[in-house]
């Protein structure tokens, strides 16, 4: 009896915040496309359906080579994934390594924050694919300060082989 009581009770206050608020409370209650309530800000505006008009719409994209599987360009260049760096090596180290398959663009190589220490894989990046292909091919395998280099694209479509 007494979850009846309170049941009325809450009833009896819905509808006199109803009557004070002329209804709006009813009214506030937005339903989305697929029939879900939708609440808080931003729920009663517009805002969807001009999103993504005018220019803010058109996203920045690489042309499709159309080559299917296999190494993919960045927006800058051909980026390659150098691992198996040596934890004392030196940027000027794989620059003096790499640099004889083509012109650098960019190198990077991560530092771990704790030790100072190299993590063990650097970034390089060449202006064409001709040059980052002879750098793997070269590079591969290679030896620097006593370690292995393995050396692949860091960004590729679908797997590099199979």
């Known amino acids: 009896a007494m979850a009846d009581t309170d049941d009325v009770v809450q009833e009896a206050y819905e509808e006199e915040e109803m009557e004070e608020d002329g209804g709006a ?77 083509g012109e650098i663009k960019n190198l990077q190589l991560p530092l771990d924050r704790r030790t100072g220490f190299v993590k063990g894989y650097a970034l390089i990046e060449y202006e064409t694919k001709e040059e980052a292909q002879s750098a793997i091919e070269g590079g591969n395998g290679a030896q620097l300060l006593e370690a292995t280099l393995t050396v692949d694209w860091a960004f590729s479509k679908g797997p590099l082989r199979k």
């Open 25 to 101: 409370a009813a009214r506030a209650k937005k339903t989305d496309a697929a029939g879900r309530r939708v609440k808080g800000r931003g729920a009663g505006t517009k805002m969807d359906e001009d999103r993504y008009a005018g220019k803010s719409g058109q996203f920045e994209s690489l042309a499709d080579t159309g080559a299917g599987l296999g190494a993919q360009k960045s927006v800058e260049g051909w980026i390659l994934l150098v691992m198996g760096v040596h934890e004392e090596a030196q940027e000027e180290d794989l620059y003096d390594k790499f640099s004889e398959y």
